[in-house]
């Protein structure tokens, strides 16, 4: 539907969220890593603001009941899109079951919704 989970940060152990710290155990000796925040440590007021820009950008793509949005803050902690992910990773360790998560969802009931409402807008779109 159109619900924004709760904003997941990842903060990596050094520099930015490379391929290194995104994987730390296909290279351990790199000393890679990173830590996730969710929700994130960011107020109400800028939290709401990320959701909904979230949204937007997911329906501005022709997103359908569910995906990942990746933002980054600016310094100043002006939030920008870098990505619509449609497909996000659907792994028990990826981003969007981990967030989901903090929102009191587990991994087999967010499977079980994304099956539901795929059905019923597959439904919805025969009549």
């Keep these: 539907g159109d619900q924004a989970l709760p904003i997941l940060e990842i903060i990596p152990k050094g520099g930015f969220y490379n391929f290194t710290n995104k994987y730390p155990f296909l290279n351990p000796q790199a000393g890679g890593g990173a830590e996730h925040v969710c929700p994130a440590k960011i ?3 800028k939290t709401a603001e990320i959701q909904q820009l979230a949204l937007r950008a997911f329906r501005a793509v022709g997103g359908r009941v569910y995906g ?8 100043s902690g002006e939030p920008f899109v870098l990505e619509v992910n449609t497909i996000p990773g659907m792994t028990e360790a990826s981003l969007l079951p981990e967030a989901a998560a903090a929102a009191g969802i587990g991994y087999s009931d967010l499977c079980t919704r994304i ?3 795929s059905r019923a807008r597959a439904e919805g779109s025969r009549r």
Excluded: F, T
Excluded at 68 to 75: A, C, E, M, N
């Design 43 to 45: 107020d109400e007021k």
């Design 68 to 75: 990942r949005v990746d933002v980054i803050l600016s310094d």
């Design 115 to 117: 099956i539901a409402l």
